[in-house]
T-cell receptor
Framework: GAVVSQHPSWVICKSGTSVKIECRSL??????MFWYRQFPKQSLMLMAT?????????EQGVEKDKFLINHASLTLSTLTVTSAHPEDSSFYIC???????????FGPGTRLTVT | AQTVTQSQPEMSVQEAETVTLSCTYD???????LFWYKQPPSRQMILVIR??????QNATENRFSVNFQKAAKSFSLKISDSQLGDTAMYFC????????????FGAGTILRVKS
């Protein structure tokens, strides 16, 4: 199956700083990637859809100026949390459909802690 | 808009016994996929089973099977011969059949397998 990686797996940053999370598809070209956020013991909530070469589509209630998404190549999408605050602490997961529409492939997730 | 409902926040089962996790969904579409995902403590999402809505036959994967009732919009997961390694959070999810479509998740059910 397709492999999706995320970097870093865990990051701690200070309040007010920005942090970038990378999502890479390792063995296929991903024209579309999805970014989800998951709070402890809760479900995955879609934040945005990342399309290669175009602007991301954000879900209602997600601040596009705070969560900057860039999908500059077919194998890399990045999520930058700008001016992070403690309430942004969460688990961020990227997914992509890969070659098959039948299944989505999940990255291992990035745990963000804002102090 | 599609919604997915899991009404059991937590379930417990004895090792080697059978347990059923419930899921209902709402959609006006006719062509879609339904999934059950497992999220162990590592938080890496693992696909357990997938069902195409146009298939009447219930999907099975070894000890895992589903009861798909399209008219009732119900999609339950049965785990037979439960093992300690089955302890995890289980998410029911929905996606439309078009390529690159997002997943909509239920709230999740924490399953604990007891020895």
């Amino acid at each position: 199956g397709a492999v999706v990686s995320q970097h870093p797996s865990w990051v701690i940053c200070k309040s007010g700083t920005s942090v970038k999370i990378e999502c890479r598809s390792l063995d296929f070209q991903a024209t579309t990637m999805f970014w989800y956020r998951q709070f402890p013991k809760q479900s995955l909530m879609l934040m945005a859809t990342s399309n290669e070469g175009s602007k991301a589509t954000y879900e209602q209630g997600v601040e596009k100026d705070k969560f900057l998404i860039n999908h500059a190549s077919l194998t890399l999408s990045t999520l930058t949390v700008t001016s992070a605050h403690p309430e942004d602490s969460s688990f961020y997961i990227c997914t992509t459909s890969g070659r098959s529409r039948h299944e989505q492939y999940f990255g291992p997730g990035t745990r963000l802690t804002v102090t | 808009a599609q919604t997915v409902t899991q009404s059991q926040p937590e379930m417990s089962v004895q090792e080697a016994e059978t347990v059923t996790l419930s899921c209902t969904y709402d959609t006006s579409e006719n062509n879609y996929y339904l999934f059950w995902y497992k999220q162990p403590p590592s938080r890496q999402m693992i696909l357990v089973i997938r069902q195409e809505a146009y298939k009447q036959q219930n999907a099975t994967e070894n000890r895992f099977s589903v009861n798909f009732q399209k008219a009732a919009k119900s999609f339950s997961l049965k785990i037979s011969d439960s093992q300690l390694g089955d302890t995890a959070m289980y998410f029911c999810a929905f996606s439309l059949m078009e390529y690159g479509n997002k997943l909509v998740f239920g709230a999740g059910t924490i399953l604990r397998v007891k020895s």
